[in-house]
């Protein structure tokens, strides 16, 4: 089985781009990210085409997750429990917003994650990224607790490098999110929850990246960030025989800030 993850960063803009890039990609499974429509809007009749199931959770112009399988798709469960909710408007009540869509595809509980941004290391966005990852953590740790066997998969955009090598250059982020130390502890609790980064292996830094800022010539200059992940239970991470980022798509007319990152799983 061959599963995907990408933030196409605005899918009514980037259909043409994914329809291409999966015909020619064989994907079984893609777990997008940042689809920027509410349900209505997606365009689930293009996958359904190609042979693709269609799960998408959206409310806005903003985040939305979505999978695509063609090796089956049940159980969907849109968002997981004590997830937490956000609103940055005064007198608006905060609620749960379109950052976590989870299913069954093909044996694995594949779940499309867009992690909130934390926008500055002083917003109170940044603590809401903090209680929304200690809410995964627990609550995909007890997933591994109730069966180790367990084929389960988190992926998508995390907003986080776990590790100096994961940016160009450390310097330029010292004041920034993304690199602070209470995220990439965050992100160390979900692997010492029992998941594995199981893309690194096979694509080691430094220079490895999977998002490229739009300004001031970032792809060509080879400047980006490792900030999109596939972590996988130990049952899953035993079957795992390759893996790559596509960094090709990232070129040309209309791409993503992102590349969509590919794990081979042994059936």
Known sequence: MRLATWNVNSIRSR?????????????????LQETKCKDEQFPEDRFRALGYDVA?????????????SRVGLSDVQVGFPGMPSWSSKEGVEPA??????????????????????????????????????????VHAGGWLSEDTEAQVALVGDWNIAPQ????WDISVFSS??????PERAA?????EAGFTDVVRPYTPGPGVY???DYTQLRFPRREGMRIDFVLGSPA??????????DREERKGKGASDHAPVVVDLAD
């Open 15 to 31: 259909v043409d781009r994914v329809e291409a890039w999966l015909q020619r990609s064989d994907v079984d499974v893609l777990a």
């Open 176 to 181: 920034s999110t993304h690199v602070s130390e």
């Open 210 to 212: 999977t998002y490229w």
């Open 236 to 245: 899953l991470t035993q079957r795992v025989t390759g893996a790559r980022i």
């Open 96 to 137: 749960q917003e379109a950052r976590a869509l989870g299913a069954t595809c093909g044996g694995v509980q594949v779940w499309s994650l867009y992690v909130p941004n934390g926008r500055t290391l002083t917003d109170p966005h940044l603590q809401y990224k903090l209680e929304w990852l200690e809410a995964l953590r």
């Open 56 to 68: 998408h959770v959206g409310h806005s112009q903003w985040n939305g997750v979505a999978l695509l």
């Open 164 to 167: 100096d090598d994961d940016v």
């Open 187 to 191: 992100f160390r609790g979900v692997v």
